[in-house]
């Protein structure tokens, strides 16, 4: 089976000649802490009450809530809020550092960055994605069943 193994660097990933999942193979990343997954066009971070409430522990809020600044309301979800340039409202940029200031509760649509599935339905759509995030395409390669165990967390309630 084909993967990790047939990385290039220009090119990316390509597909298994088997055809299976075109991923089988494994895929590398390791988080370059660029904070491009963090920031840019607007967009959503969906949050359930059990992430709200960790995150604002975190924060040290006694009232197990977000306040405006930093949650909104979309439809019947909740989201974080970004910066006016983009930022998530937690990405931290500092001194040339950049940090996630709520990293130990962040939400689980953070934490399985880049093994959506929007990003694996092909390897166009994950080389599309590695253009923006520098630790697509390097460092450890995740299984199949990592990828899979992530590609279907589903956040706590």
């Known amino acids: 089976m084909e993967g990790c193994k047939t990385r290039t660097e220009e090119t990316g990933y390509r597909a298994p000649a088997d055809r299976s999942k075109w991923y089988a193979g494994g895929l590398a990343f390791e988080c370059q802490r660029s904070g491009h997954c963090c920031s840019g066009e607007p967009g959503f971070v969906w949050v359930t009450k059990a992430e709200i409430k960790a995150i604002a522990k975190i ?74 995030c520098p630790g697509m395409n390097v460092g450890r390669c995740r299984s199949f069943a990592e990828i899979e165990a992530l590609r279907k967390r589903k956040p706590p309630s």
Do not use: M
């Open 59 to 132: 924060l040290g809020r006694p009232d197990d809530w977000l306040g405006k600044e930093h949650l909104r309301r979309a439809g019947f979800r909740y989201s974080l809020t970004e910066k006016p340039n983009g930022d998530c409202v937690f990405l931290v940029r500092q001194g040339g550092k950049i940090s996630c200031r709520i990293h130990e509760a962040k939400p689980t649509q953070c934490q399985t960055w880049p093994f959506w599935s929007s990003n694996l339905k092909s390897p166009e759509h994950w080389n599309e994605a590695a253009r923006q």
